[in-house]
């Protein structure tokens, strides 16, 4: 049993969305959604880049420590501004960044060209296929994405097509559904979103996180062969309720 599912609605749609009142696909044409958009880049760097916002982004891309890019063909949808670059060990034969967000893809496609890195960029739709071919990729990179993408099981298909055989997945999400990465949203994100936009959250989280990290975890195992899962701030215990991020890696092998 986890917190959402014991506490009232009134409570919870302050800590995870109205979800009852607002659904999980976003309403493009919403004024307060299209704001949204035009603030973004302002709220990351605000929020996400530095204090307690970077030390809980930075705990996910750590996982990139323990990941061997060289030679390899890389894929990465939503590069946001790159930051996991830090982590790296080695240089991949080829970089390919996909995302939504003009903004995000120059900043990525920058640290690509500044570090001399052979990168293809696109800039794409929602739920836009990409032109790869089939068995293409060596490795996808995934961070704070996959809790955004709706419905999530056509985007893992279009993963599962581009990746090699024995490819692999790897990137980490928020704790998004549990108590303490709300807690902790409600105390930072919220409280600038409300004195700075005329953004409702309790409408907005719904459309910018439809997935939950229990479903999103349970989805790659249903597509992937889990190689390895680990929790922060509590590595030894990874219970959503009580951790900010989970970081992954995933293999393409299941049938």
């Known amino acids: 049993m986890i917190a959402r599912d014991l506490i009232p609605n009134f409570l919870s749609k302050k800590l995870w969305g109205d979800r009852l009142k ?9 004024p ?7 603030r973004q880049l302002e709220f990351y760097k605000l929020n996400q880049r530095k204090g307690i916002g970077s030390l809980v982004n930075d705990s996910g891309y750590s996982v990139m420590d323990e990941i061997d890019l060289k030679e390899k063909c890389v894929l990465e949808f939503g590069p946001g501004d790159f930051r996991h670059h830090k982590f790296w060990k080695s240089k991949p034969r080829k970089y390919i960044i996909a995302d939504v ?14 570090n001399k890195i052979s ?4 800039l794409i ?30 985007y893992l298909e279009e993963m599962k097509y581009y990746l090699k055989p024995d490819g692999i997945i790897v990137g ?28 409702d959250y309790d409408k907005l989280i719904c459309w910018e ?20 899962l680990k929790s922060w701030p509590l590595g030894i ?5 009580c951790n900010l991020t989970f970081r992954f890696c995933y293999k393409n092998c299941l049938k």
């Open 22 to 30: 607002y659904g999980i696909q976003p309403v493009i044409e919403d």
């Open 32 to 38: 307060q959604w299209i704001e949204w958009q035009e």
């Open 101 to 114: 967000h003009e903004g995000m893809m120059q900043i990525a496609s920058s640290v690509l060209q500044k």
């Open 119 to 122: 990168f293809e960029s696109f």
């Open 125 to 154: 739709e929602r739920n836009e296929k990409l032109p790869l071919s089939k068995n293409s990729v060596d490795i996808i990179v995934s961070f704070y994405s996959l809790e955004h993408l709706y419905p999530l099981e056509n």
């Open 172 to 199: 980490a999400i928020p704790a998004e559904g549990g108590l303490l990465w709300a807690l902790g949203r409600f105390l930072t994100s919220r409280q600038w979103l409300h004195k700075n936009t005329n953004i």
């Open 209 to 228: 996180h439809p997935n939950y990290a229990d479903f999103i975890l349970k989805k790659l195992d249903q597509n992937f062969l889990r190689i390895f």
């Open 237 to 241: 215990l990874p219970i959503l309720d």
